[in-house]
């Protein structure tokens, strides 16, 4: 019996193997979603956020504010774009918000979020995309040492040179607090020498 | 009038100073100060950026002349000199003076020609190597293991075919030895029949292994319906998080934004690429032709860096989405939660293509609400909603405040 089943068992054996080497590969393709159960409930007609939309020339279903009106709790900011925009914010325009530890950490988060890429760690201009062609910004602490709140302010808005606007990606008040960080980072190194000089002035007069 | 032991202290503290400076004068180095005060605007040899591109600027100009604009441009240009405007007209925008020494200005002129001379000389041309090109081969073996099996297959079946011809050509040949007279060829239906009835156990196994694992795959294909996990769809653009994310370090918040703010992460509008794809015309594995989609959508010329009339969006194909009876807000688990964006998309700064990491599945959800801890302390978001010792008193001796015990498993918390 064994025999006659080893004998006669060939043909469907192969026959077995390669039908079940076909099904095998039928397996999921990873550039296609796969099946849904009951899609109308899966996909509400309403446009999601990035879908496009058929109702709008751009079909961009994000839309910006009609011309015109302003956002509840917005601050319009009014300096132009220009050179001479960027001197008057530089004279007039005064930060908001008090420099509190906890602005400054706040500042400190998102600065290491958005502005640490190419202006690096201490805001020297080495950042880890400078390491890779990326033209490196100008120092916080040398060139831009002096650079007032206002100038900061508007070219995080408007970008400034080879920086682009971040307005789209930062508020009002998270630039602020980004400013109250980088105020900081220009006198970074300077407080230790501040300190240590203190000290060795008011020491002579005491031994005296 | 100044006290011995003070000028002791006060002349090795002013040569401390003055040193430094000292040494950097007699001997400045050009790299470091085009890098620290140029290179924010000009390249050489690159294209222009903010300013104009910089190789060959001593064949333009005189050395005399660019000191003078190095030093102070504004004031060139009201002397009235030609070039000095028309420089200023085609960039509209005023070089800052510098606060370089003479010595300075040659140390940076010369590092500007050398590097001139460096990038008009043959560039070797870089071949991608790395991660995109490794795992393209993976992708391929993949493809081929399949070919492989189906060969194997081919040539098994030719085999079993030459074989039955062998063994039908041999009985032929045994009955002619033997005198045996050729059976009368049945016809095929019966000839089955008689093949199915001497080989009852085998027919009896095949169809139990056929009947299990047909059920056991296609249970498994129904429990995967609705399910997108390892989805993995073609981009418009070849976008790397890999070389973005994980080499470059970018945070996931930089372009993705919205995370932290709103319900969608979002996908970042074009102008966010372009706050580095203005300088970076050239990737390190695809070269222009990637980067070259970005313009294009928006209509920029990178040449002249102006921007036309004409963009239009790029259609991202979505990779992550939840059926819309589910509600998701990303800032509440951001923001709020404190939960990385790992812990739900994966290690996405390893993957050259986005791809679906959880099953996103209603019981991955629940079972992470089950175990994740609410941070309460120092977290303003929960500051008016529940006075703490409250819920600790509620809930007894349990100090762990899960996120199923503040409703986080409610019905009406997603569903709605």
């Known amino acids: 019996m064994k025999k006659s089943i080893l ?31 009951m899609p109308d409930m899966y996909r509400s007609p309403s446009y999601e956020t990035n879908s496009s939309n058929p109702n709008f020339p751009d079909s961009m279903t994000s839309r910006l504010p009609a011309p015109g009106t302003i956002p509840v709790a917005y601050t319009p900011y009014t300096y132009p774009n220009t050179n001479e ?79 682009g606007s971040h307005a789209s990606q930062l508020n009002a008040a998270e630039r602020w607090k980004i400013i109250l960080y980088i105020q900081t980072l ?23 | 009038m100044t006290h011995p032991k003070l000028r002791g202290v006060l002349l ?18 050009g790299a470091s100060l085009f890098k620290a005060n140029c290179a924010a605007c000009h390249s050489v040899g690159k294209g222009k950026l903010v300013g104009p591109d910089l190789k060959d600027i001593q064949k333009r100009q005189s050395e005399d002349w660019l000191l003078k604009w190095i030093k102070s441009s504004a004031s060139l240009r009201k002397s009235g000199d030609a070039y000095a405007n028309e420089i200023f007209g085609q960039y509209n925008i005023e070089m800052p003076d510098q606060s370089l020494s003479p010595s300075e200005i040659k140390a940076v002129l010369g590092y500007i020609k050398s590097e001139g001379d460096k990038a008009s000389a043959p560039a070797s041309v870089s071949t991608p190597v790395g991660g995109e090109g490794a795992s393209a081969e993976t992708d391929s073996s993949g493809d081929n293991s399949f070919y492989v099996l189906l060969l194997i297959a081919v040539i098994l079946l030719v085999v079993a075919a030459v074989l ?34 001497s080989n009852k156990k085998l027919i009896a196994v095949a169809i139990i292994v056929l009947g299990v694992w047909s059920s056991v795959k296609g249970w498994y294909m129904l429990a995967d319906v609705g399910i997108s996990q390892g989805y993995q769809p073609d981009q418009p653009i070849a976008f790397s998080h890999k070389l973005h994310a994980g080499e470059m370090k970018i945070s996931c918040i930089y372009c993705h934004s ?12 074009v102008n966010v690429c372009m706050n580095c794809h203005k300088a970076i015309r050239q990737g390190p594995t695809t070269g222009t032709a990637e980067i070259a989609k970005i313009y294009a959508a928006l209509d920029y010329d990178p040449n002249t860096m102006t921007y036309g009339p004409n963009s239009k969006p790029l259609v991202w194909t979505r990779v992550h989405n939840l059926p819309d009876l589910a509600y998701f807000n990303h800032s509440q688990h951001v923001k709020v939660g404190g939960v990385k964006c790992q812990t739900c998309h994966g290690p996405v700064e390893e993957m050259t293509v986005a ?62």
Request: glycine share 8%; proline share 8%; charged share 25%.
């Open chain 1, 186 to 208: 220009q006198h970074i190194g300077e407080v230790p020498m501040a300190d240590s000089s203190a000290p060795a002035v008011k020491e002579k007069p005491a031994k005296k």
């Open chain 2, 164 to 197: 039955t011809r062998v063994r039908n050509g041999l009985q032929k040949a045994i009955r002619a030895k033997n005198g045996i007279p050729e059976p009368a060829l049945l016809p095929a239906r019966q000839r089955m029949y008689v093949w199915a009835r």
């Open chain 2, 355 to 416: 791809k679906q990491f959880a099953p996103l599945t209603m019981g991955w959800c629940i079972n992470c609400h089950r175990t994740t801890q609410v941070k309460l302390e120092n977290n303003h978001y929960y500051d008016n909603y529940h006075p703490v010792p409250e819920l600790m008193g509620k809930h007894g001796r349990d100090t762990v405040v899960t996120v199923e015990k503040i409703g986080g498993t409610e019905c009406a918390r997603c569903h709605y």
């Open chain 1, 85 to 163: 925009g960027y001197e008057a914010a530089g004279k007039e325009l005064k930060n908001p918000l008090e420099s509190t530890p906890e602005n400054i950490a706040e500042g400190k988060r998102l600065y290491e979020n958005f502005c640490i890429h190419c202006h690096g760690q201490e805001g020297k201009g080495d950042g880890m995309l400078t390491q890779r062609n990326f033209p490196p910004p100008p120092s916080y602490s040398g060139q831009l040492k002096n650079l007032p709140e206002g100038k900061m302010f508007h070219s995080i808005t408007y970008g400034k040179n080879l920086m």
């Open chain 1, 7 to 37: 004998k006669h068992s060939l043909r469907p054996a192969v026959l077995l193997c390669v039908s079940g080497l076909m099904l095998g590969a039928c397996s999921k393709d990873s550039k296609k979603p796969g099946y849904e159960y």
């Open chain 2, 12 to 29: 090795p503290l002013a040569l401390l100073f003055i040193l430094p400076f000292a040494v950097s004068a007699a001997d400045p180095d």
């Open chain 2, 258 to 269: 919205g995370a932290e703010k709103s319900k969608t992460a979002g996908v970042p509008s």
